[in-house]
């Protein structure tokens, strides 16, 4: 029952008048809405006081987004796996200069005029952000155009040059040396529903948040963004028999339980790329050793004043 909660307004347990009569109270007070039935049809009906889970509508909301949006959106924000999200602008150069590519032929194009061996990884998170779009061979989506058209209008229009932007940002960030790339970026970001959420939910926390506590947040108002961003396949299951077994505090109370569940580039690769796209601060320090090393006492994630 509790994981009907999750998603809905309102939760009823239906069942034979008899039966259910002698559970009302204790169903009531737990914000469930009783229903009790004969042969005739509906003969009881009472309303719950409250929802415990309002908030949780939200997240469902936006998990039905992405599913409404795939010729738009396809992936979770999982998927973005490279610390440097100007890797994700590659295929949109590739494509906007060569015209449609199939897949290997992408991938190489990356390759030899970019210097770049994740080619794959590239293609699947420009895909995932909106930017391109496959139907024999990958396109230019209308996110990927208007991307283009920024790009261009930055001077880049070969991978080349793409490739020496990134070299100059060195150690820095984008949004430090290049603010009107970070602003792209931040924006093909912020129109996946997923990203849209965690956002929320890190500015919730801000300005200055300690791990665990986001992972509060996330676990009771954002459970479905938790378990697809920020979990590992098998985390992801261990997490969810914790959440609908009633022991959700466990996930974040117990640091030998969330250190088990997450995934580790989590606090890398995605910190990194928060920090260029101008959502985290320069001085968040992200954490490239084990997990079982990881300080979240010592490593807070601070976040960037808004663009």
């Known amino acids: 029952m509790w994981t009907y909660q999750q998603g ?63 010729s738009d959106i396809s992936g979770d924000i999982a998927s973005l796996s490279l610390a440097q999200p100007l890797n994700y602008l590659a295929p949109v150069v590739a494509i906007d200069q060569h015209g449609p590519l199939a897949g290997d032929e992408l991938e190489g194009v990356l390759a030899d005029e970019y210097g770049f061996g994740a080619g794959k990884s590239a293609r699947q998170s420009a895909l995932s952000l909106g930017l391109i779009r496959r139907d024999d061979r990958y396109l230019l989506s209308d996110q990927g155009e208007l991307a283009a058209t920024v790009l261009r209008g930055s001077g880049i229009t070969t991978l080349q040059e793409l490739d020496s932007v990134k070299n100059e940002i060195g150690r820095s960030t ?51 963004v938790f378990l697809n961003t920020f979990c590992t396949r098998s985390g992801r299951s261990r997490a969810r028999e914790l959440i609908e077994g009633g022991r959700v505090t466990q996930i974040y109370e117990e640091e030998s339980v969330w250190k088990d569940v997450i995934r580790t580039n989590v606090l890398f690769n995605f910190v990194q790329q928060l920090k260029h796209i101008g959502i985290l601060a320069a001085e968040t320090r992200s954490h490239s050793g084990k997990i079982s090393e990881y300080d979240a006492e010592t490593k807070p994630w601070i976040l960037r004043e808004a663009l």
Do not use: M
């Open 174 to 224: 984008v949004v430090e040396e290049h603010q009107s790339l970070a602003i792209l970026l931040q924006n093909c970001y912020e129109r996946h529903p997923e990203f849209r959420l965690l956002l929320d939910a890190l500015r919730k926390e801000g300005p200055r948040i300690h791990f665990p506590d986001l992972l509060r947040r996330l676990v009771h108002e954002y459970p479905n």
């Open 8 to 70: 809905a307004h309102v939760s009823y347990l239906a069942a034979a008048e008899d039966v259910v009569t002698q559970h009302t109270d204790l169903l009531r007070s737990k914000g469930v809405g009783v229903i009790g039935a004969t042969e005739s049809g509906v003969s009881k009906w009472s309303s719950p006081p409250t929802s415990e889970s309002h908030e949780q509508v939200v997240d469902i909301e936006g998990q039905l987004s992405v599913r409404l949006r795939r």
